[in-house]
Nanobody
Framework: QVQLVESGGELVQAGGSLSLSCAATGLTFSDYTMGWFRQAPGNEREFVASIIWSSDRTIYADFVKGRFTIARDNAKNTVYLQMNSLKPEDTAVYYC??????????????????WGQGTQVTVSS
């Protein structure tokens, strides 16, 4: 059974940086896409970034381009989200996701096969 365990969320000041991690276990697929969604209070979950495990191809939402970087560590089955130049509007619960297969466009929430438990990121102004 696939499990995704996130860590790294905390309170940070605007302009600061934060790194999230997500360790995956129970993986049996030949290829998959891991990524991050976020959900702010009163909002729907939205796509943030994704990475295709086999090709290392990355996709970003427009609102994080140039500020966030997604990366993976094959040996540790871990995906990271490095967040720089954080803004108060980045405040949300961040969820690690896994979708079977190589997705070459942003994954929709209904296309996610596995979700992590979420980690809170709070950016103070």
């Amino acid at each position: 059974q696939v499990q995704l365990v996130e860590s790294g969320g905390e309170l940070v000041q605007a302009g600061g940086s934060l790194s999230l991690s997500c360790a995956a276990t129970g993986l049996t697929f030949s290829d998959y896409t891991m990524g991050w969604f976020r959900q702010a209070p009163g909002n729907e979950r939205e796509f943030v970034a994704s990475i295709i495990w086999s090709s290392d191809r990355t996709i970003y939402a427009d609102f994080v381009k140039g500020r966030f970087t997604i990366a993976r560590d094959n040996a540790k089955n871990t995906v990271y989200l490095q967040m720089n130049s954080l803004k108060p509007e980045d405040t949300a619960v961040y969820y690690c996701t896994l979708s079977k297969g190589p997705w070459t466009r942003p994954v929709r929430s209904g296309e996610v096969d596995y979700w992590g438990q979420g980690t809170q990121v709070t950016v103070s102004s």
